[in-house]
């Protein structure tokens, strides 16, 4: 584990200003178009969303993550206590892996996705930018007194996304390219001291980059200095997750939603399932048993009009669900879309319909990813 600065900053700021993340001039220097997002100024694109979309899933994109919550958890008892907080299984978790989990309220709903690592000492996780302060609020109330939160927000977060990813990275942190997905190390980086992870919400093969945020600007200058590199916004970047099956928090999960419905049974370990003993475990437990009313899907839609968040899903005249993220697939040059629809309208090759502009749109339920993963194994 490498050392980072440590801070106590646990509160959400009160000015309501967009926040600027360590690399707002870098951004604005290469032509990032800058919107508000989670409460920070990002970029949502530089030459366009459609050209960095593929241009990642073709060559090497670097994103801008720093918006994200890293935290640092430890103490006496520190496993025991994030077992009784989250639905994970640590005991089989390795130092220097990676899982995925879910931060749940006492009802089972889901108040976050995260990444759980497990460094020597501790447990460091990434939370969403967006919830990262209730997140810390929570996990303040769920844990024990003497468990040690740290909330890392001096840290920048980079993430290099692509098949090409690997040979750029390797050439300024070498044996990099050794890390199988969901592994990370302690890795020298232009001289800086990074954590990187094998992992990422592209679908792609890549690696999330932890350092302190006085570097940032730095290190994307090294890594956009390779040819194969180039900056990449928001915009690509939830279009990419799309195309992954990837759920974004706040759209395709909230409290609302417990893991079965959402998808997201991985992200409750077996023994946890059978043992409980987290937030909101009886609810997990009797979906797992009973099953649920609605469940998360893909949907693919025929022509070039995308169905919108918040659209209504049909079968025949009868209402059955509702999108909760859509948009045109670059690469399948045609519109996907996530949707909870009713559980028996749910099965791979079901025919349904959305409702856009008073105009039904057909559409076919699709196994997810909508395009293969190629994650290193």
């Given at each position: 584990m490498s050392e980072y600065p440590i801070s106590d900053s646990d509160q959400e700021p009160e000015e309501l200003a967009p926040m600027l993340l360590p690399l707002d001039s870098w951004h604005k220097d290469r032509g990032g178009r800058m919107v508000e997002f989670a409460g920070y100024m990002m970029p949502v694109q530089y030459e366009g969303i459609m050209a960095e979309h593929l241009w990642t899933r073709e060559n090497a994109g670097l994103f801008d993550v720093s918006h994200m919550g890293q935290l640092y958890i430890t103490g006496?008892?520190?496993?025991?206590?994030?077992?009784?907080?989250?639905?994970?299984?640590?005991?089989?978790?390795?130092?220097?892996?990676?899982?995925?989990?879910l931060l749940l309220d006492e009802n089972g709903g889901i108040l976050d996705d995260l990444m759980v690592t497990r460094w020597e000492s501790g447990f460091y996780l990434v939370v969403n930018g967006a919830t990262k302060w209730d997140d810390i609020g929570t996990l303040r109330e769920y844990l024990p007194d003497d468990i040690t939160l740290n909330h890392l927000d001096e840290n920048a977060l980079l993430a290099?996304?692509?098949?090409?990813?690997?040979?750029?990275?390797?050439?300024?942190?070498?044996?990099?390219?050794?890390?199988?997905?969901?592994?990370?190390?302690?890795?020298?980086?232009?001289?800086?001291?990074?954590?990187?992870?094998?992992?990422?919400?592209?679908?792609?093969?890549?690696?999330?980059?932890?350092?302190?945020?006085?570097?940032?600007?730095?290190?994307?200058?090294?890594?956009?200095?390779?040819?194969?590199?180039?900056?990449i916004g928001l915009g690509a970047r939830d279009s990419l997750r799309l195309e992954a099956g990837l759920p974004l928090y706040g759209h395709d999960m909230d409290p609302a939603r417990g893991p079965v419905e959402?998808?997201?049974?991985?992200?409750?370990?077996?023994?946890?399932r059978l043992e409980g003993g987290f937030p909101g475990s009886e609810r997990v437990?009797?979906?797992?048993?009973?099953?649920?009313?609605?469940?998360?899907?893909?949907?693919?839609?025929?022509?070039?009009?995308?169905?919108?968040?918040?659209?209504?899903v049909f079968q025949g005249e009868q209402e059955v669900g509702v999108v909760t993220s859509g948009g045109f697939s670059p690469s399948l040059q045609h519109p996907?879309?996530?949707?909870?629809?009713?559980?028996?309208f749910a099965a791979d090759g079901t025919a349904l319909s959305i409702e856009l502009r008073g105009k039904k749109l057909d559409a076919t339920v699709a196994a997810m990813p909508f395009v293969p993963n190629r994650y290193h194994r």
């Amino acid at each position: 584990m490498s050392e980072y600065p440590i801070s106590d900053s646990d509160q959400e700021p009160e000015e309501l200003a967009p926040m600027l993340l360590p690399l707002d001039s870098w951004h604005k220097d290469r032509g990032g178009r800058m919107v508000e997002f989670a409460g920070y100024m990002m970029p949502v694109q530089y030459e366009g969303i459609m050209a960095e979309h593929l241009w990642t899933r073709e060559n090497a994109g670097l994103f801008d993550v720093s918006h994200m919550g890293q935290l640092y958890i430890t103490g006496e008892g520190v496993e025991a206590a994030l077992e009784a907080a989250l639905p994970i299984d640590l005991s089989t978790l390795k130092t220097r892996s990676v899982r995925y989990s879910l931060l749940l309220d006492e009802n089972g709903g889901i108040l976050d996705d995260l990444m759980v690592t497990r460094w020597e000492s501790g447990f460091y996780l990434v939370v969403n930018g967006a919830t990262k302060w209730d997140d810390i609020g929570t996990l303040r109330e769920y844990l024990p007194d003497d468990i040690t939160l740290n909330h890392l927000d001096e840290n920048a977060l980079l993430a290099l996304q692509g098949p090409k990813a690997a040979e750029a990275l390797e050439r300024h942190a070498p044996g990099v390219s050794a890390l199988t997905f969901m592994k990370g190390g302690s890795f020298k980086l232009g001289g800086v001291d990074a954590w990187i992870s094998r992992s990422g919400y592209t679908g792609e093969d890549g690696f999330e980059i932890a350092i302190p945020g006085d570097s940032a600007a730095m290190i994307a200058d090294l890594l956009c200095g390779e040819p194969d590199v180039k900056p990449i916004g928001l915009g690509a970047r939830d279009s990419l997750r799309l195309e992954a099956g990837l759920p974004l928090y706040g759209h395709d999960m909230d409290p609302a939603r417990g893991p079965v419905e959402a998808g997201l049974a991985f992200g409750v370990n077996k023994r946890r399932r059978l043992e409980g003993g987290f937030p909101g475990s009886e609810r997990v437990q009797r979906d797992f048993a009973e099953g649920t009313a609605q469940k998360r899907i893909g949907l693919k839609l025929n022509g070039r009009q995308a169905a919108r968040e918040g659209a209504k899903v049909f079968q025949g005249e009868q209402e059955v669900g509702v999108v909760t993220s859509g948009g045109f697939s670059p690469s399948l040059q045609h519109p996907i879309a996530m949707a909870y629809v009713d559980a028996a309208f749910a099965a791979d090759g079901t025919a349904l319909s959305i409702e856009l502009r008073g105009k039904k749109l057909d559409a076919t339920v699709a196994a997810m990813p909508f395009v293969p993963n190629r994650y290193h194994r």
